[in-house]
Nanobody, 123 residues
């Protein structure tokens, strides 16, 4: 059984940076891992993902190179580095895991989810 736990969320000002981490247990070495975010009343949308063997990372087009994703298979950790945050990026950020090596952008393709971590960006 795979379990995911996000951490690192908080409240920042527009333009600030923030780093989120996702700790995995249950051997996710051969899983594709990804970050999604969900704003109040909105769908869960793809931020970016990376496969276990380095396919990716792939990012949502809207990010304009401001975010970076990395993973450490030995530590079973996925990291999201977010730079120049915008107020509209206020959301709960989730870590997801799926079988296969494609960082799919659809949330329904992911079998495992963490509980999420809140990111608030003030203008």
């Amino acid at each position: 059984q795979v379990q995911l736990a996000e951490s690192g969320g908080g409240s920042v000002q527009a333009g600030d940076s923030l780093t989120l981490s996702c700790a995995a247990t249950g051997s996710t070495v051969r899983y594709t891992m990804a970050w999604f975010r969900q704003a109040p009343g909105k769908e869960r949308i793809f931020v970016g993902g990376i496969s276990w063997d380095g396919n990716g990372p792939n990012y949502a087009d809207s990010l304009s190179g401001r975010f970076g994703i990395s993973r450490d298979n030995n530590k079973e950790t996925l990291v999201l580095q977010m730079n120049n945050l915008k107020p509209e990026e206020r959301a709960v950020y989730y870590c997801g895991g799926r079988n296969g090596r494609t960082p799919c952008p659809q949330a329904d393709d992911y079998r495992y989810w963490g509980q999420g971590t809140q990111v608030t960006v003030s203008s």
